[in-house]
């Protein structure tokens, strides 16, 4: 109820009547001794990993937009039956998470705000996102995507390696470019292996015609600062 329309971030360019897609995408990495604590700090507190880093990308957005109702969606994987794990298909939903900032809350206490929160969602995780758009019908505009416009998305489930009889196979990295940006900002976040440790691998996927790559560089580096 009375969510904001839209999350109003500084862009570098006005956003345009009708919504665009151009994109762009920039990396990072948290090394292994920030991704360890970052792991110990959601141990320590009753969250999962997830909740965690949400947490401190809620601070961002609302730094970044003076707002206090910070709304971001994120994709679940929709499989909480044990007989929907070895199925083949496609049973992604999206779920709207809000996280409130009045008060100017400490971090663990936002951090628990987000727990019970992101608890709630995924109890709620079968809901479609059609239809909740469809039962909530928020005023639509062409120029930006309903009830948020910002994404979160953390890959921790391991990537199994792909065997194929006798053949080798080894995964390539591709690079996206100006590949479409569906919502103003994505980040997207997987740990990976190293000889180090197991280590954050980021992006900050973007709407090139809404931010410039020195604004998105600023913005890596904030985030970066804020979780350390």
């Not at 690079?175 to 900002?185: C, I, K, Q, V, Y």
């Amino acid at each position: 109820a009375d969510i904001p329309a839209v999350i109003e971030l500084p862009t570098d360019r006005s956003r345009t009547a009708i919504q665009t897609f151009r994109g762009d995408i920039q990396k990072f990495q948290f090394d292994s001794q920030l991704t360890h604590k970052l792991k110990n700090l959601s141990q320590k507190s009753g969250s999962s990993l997830f909740m965690t880093l949400l947490t401190a990308f809620v601070i961002l957005l609302s730094r970044y937009s003076g707002q206090e109702d910070i709304v971001v969606g994120s994709p679940i994987s929709n499989r909480n039956r044990v007989a929907l794990e070895p199925l083949i298909g496609f049973f992604v939903n999206t779920l709207v998470l809000r996280t409130r900032l009045e008060g100017n809350p400490t971090f663990i206490e936002l951090l628990q705000q987000v727990r019970q929160m992101a608890l709630d969602a995924y109890a709620h995780q079968d809901v479609p996102f059609d239809q909740l758009v469809e039962t909530l019908q928020p005023q639509r505009h062409l120029s930006h995507s309903p009830l948020f416009q910002v994404m979160f998305v953390l890959q921790n489930s391991p990537v199994s390696k792909l065997e194929l009889g006798d053949l080798q196979v080894t995964q390539i990295e591709l690079t996206r470019g100006t590949a479409g940006a569906t919502f103003d900002l994505t980040l997207s976040m997987q740990e990976k292996e190293s000889a180090s440790g197991t280590e954050l691998i980021g992006a900050f996927e973007y709407n090139a015609n809404l931010f410039n790559a020195d604004s998105i560089a600023r913005m890596v580096e904030s985030f970066h600062t804020l979780v350390e």
